[in-house]
């Protein structure tokens, strides 16, 4: 008898062929059945007509590590019927970590991924510093599957110290990486990531930038040797650096024979050939054999902030970010400073901030005045007799800075050149970041997305292909065992969904942070039930206690 017997659903096994209806059995966390014929019962049985059943999605770019650590579901992402996880990248992980260097790391993840002081200090002991006992903390309490990458910045910091962050390594440093980075590649890390854009709290470096090739291509040889993953974080903001960075990247894919991505890849209005110049450069490495995958998310980008703390939004504006980084009464003071503010102001730009914030919205809540809700900055400006930068100011101090601003669908042009771009076969749909931004933006429905956008209203691939997308390429692509198809013999990782209403959700204010943080999340339309290693983890708006996660196996 099945354990559980998944009964008159519409067949999507992430191959990309045809779906069919019929039956899939589940037995001891796997799947040992699928087709119409099924003879034996089982012990919970799911009728699914009219609903999708495929693999568990695979998310390839989360920053759960922390997350983790008090919450093994990893919310929403189960919801939205995700099944397995890739947390550590940009160079940022828990592990391998000296607890000397702590407090430098959470510099590092709450200027980088906007992670609230208290997810570090109120929900969890820190009693790990290698790679295995970090494994060993999340292991016990997972609902979701985990396959981790280890970043190159706590390396550096573990072999280094404060040098880390101020100049290349010496050879003997670099021998003692390749060390570390084998013991946390045995201890179960898919691969290595890196970034060469990010700054700390002090808009300072990360210590992965002060790498020189030598020992990026060290580190690389360490990850032939397991064939893992090099995850980078490139110039996307430049397309010419991007592309030096492709062609680096097909290098040590080639010489290391090693997979390795990019994330993020951006299309926007103010660089329309991005994209396409992007990946005409990875189809010429891709045909002289190298493995590089461009990761692209399928959602736009909606940055919700207010100036009680640092946030994206000003992440290209060093002196916002200075006064943003101050104590509270030591910033109000700073922006009702006339010189500070002035200051500002003129770093926006000459026409007072009006290309860059104009278009922001003001949003509900907090202490914003009901007759400025969903008003743009540059219409309360023009009323005010001011410009944007000047009237953001204002505002924020009229109310006690308790008033948030929304910039709306940042990092994606229109759904009709993006669909084209995510069906391309190199794509490999990633960078949504969920765990990360919590204050700024929902990190999730990026699934749900795919499906609503670029399925049935675009047109842009088929349900087959969509499904294939988010499971067993990224499987592949990645060397997760096991995952990412209905097959007899693979991991029971399951979602039931309804393709005709499938969708990312409305965004939502949460109050579940350690210490009563706030945060958005985005509750899943269309997802019926998932179901992780043959146990039913989520179904019709409820978690189970199950905790049938496991730390991912690799091919």
Not at 184 to 190: D, E, I, M, N
Not at 302 to 323: E, N, Y
Request: charged share 20%; proline share 6%; net charge negative.
């Amino acid at each position: 008898m099945f354990d559980i017997l998944i009964r008159n659903g519409l067949i999507i096994d992430g191959t990309g062929e045809k779906a069919f209806q019929g039956h899939v059995g589940i037995r001891d966390g796997k799947i040992v059945a699928v087709g119409m014929d099924l003879q034996e019962d089982g012990k919970t049985r799911l009728d699914v007509a009219g609903l999708a059943v495929s693999p568990g999605f695979i998310d390839p770019h989360t920053h759960f590590d922390v997350q983790l650590l008090w919450d093994g579901a990893a919310k929403p992402a189960l919801e939205h019927g995700v099944t397995s996880i890739i947390p550590g990248n940009c160079s940022l992980s828990l592990a391998p970590l000296k607890a000397q260097d702590r407090k430098t790391l959470v510099g590092m993840f709450q200027q980088i991924e906007e992670l609230p002081p208290e997810a570090f200090t109120e929900a969890f002991d820190w009693t790990w510093e290698d790679f295995a006992g970090y494994r060993a903390a999340i292991e016990g309490s997972l609902s979701v599957n985990v396959a981790p990458l280890v970043g190159h910045s706590v390396i550096r910091l573990w072999v280094m110290g404060a040098d880390a962050q101020q100049r290349a390594a010496r050879p003997d440093e670099i021998l003692a990486m390749q060390t570390l980075l084998r013991e946390c590649l045995q201890s179960g890390a898919v691969g290595l990531s890196t970034s060469f854009v990010d700054v700390d709290e002090n808009a300072r470096p990360v210590p992965s930038r002060f790498a020189q090739y030598q020992e990026l291509d060290a580190l690389c040889a360490v990850l032939g040797e397991f064939g893992r993953m090099l995850q980078i974080v490139p110039e996307f903001f430049d397309t010419d650096l991007t592309i030096a960075r492709i062609d680096q990247l097909a290098q040590l894919s080639l010489k290391h024979n090693i997979p390795t991505t990019l994330s993020p890849v951006f299309d926007n209005r103010q660089s329309p050939n991005n994209v396409p110049r992007t990946l005409a450069r990875i189809e010429e490495q891709i045909a002289r054999g190298a493995r590089v995958w461009p990761q692209m998310q399928t959602r736009p980008i909606d940055i919700s902030f207010s100036l009680l703390r640092p946030s994206l939004f000003f992440a290209r504006l060093p002196s916002w970010i200075k006064v943003l980084r101050l104590p509270l009464a030591d910033r109000i003071a700073a922006l009702k400073d006339p010189s500070t503010a002035d200051k500002l102001v003129k770093d926006v730009g000459e026409d007072g901030g009006e290309r860059l914030m104009g278009r922001l919205v003001v949003r509900g809540g907090g202490e914003a005045p009901d007759h400025l809700v969903g008003r743009t900055l540059s219409d309360i400006a023009t009323a005010r007799g001011e410009v944007p930068a000047r009237a953001l100011i204002n505002l924020s101090l009229e109310n006690d800075l308790d008033i948030a601003f929304l910039a709306a669908n940042g990092g994606h042009d229109s759904t009709d050149r993006i669909g084209p771009m995510l069906a391309n076969p190199l794509v490999h749909i990633g960078a949504g970041d969920g765990g990360a931004h919590l204050t700024s933006f929902s990190t999730y429905g990026d699934t749900g997305y795919l499906f609503s956008e670029f399925v049935r209203k675009a047109g842009a691939m088929t349900l087959e292909h969509a499904v294939k997308k988010i499971t067993s390429d990224p499987a592949e692509i990645w060397g997760l065992k096991d995952r990412g198809t209905l097959r007899p013999g693979f991991a029971a990782d399951v979602v039931i969904f309804d393709p005709a209403t499938i969708d990312r959700g409305v965004e939502r204010p949460v109050f579940d942070m350690p210490g009563g943080g706030m945060r958005y999340i985005r509750d899943s339309i269309g997802v019926e039930t998932v179901i992780v290693n043959g146990q039913i983890a989520w179904s019709h708006g409820t978690y189970s206690t199950a905790q049938a996660g496991q730390i991912c196996a690799l091919t």
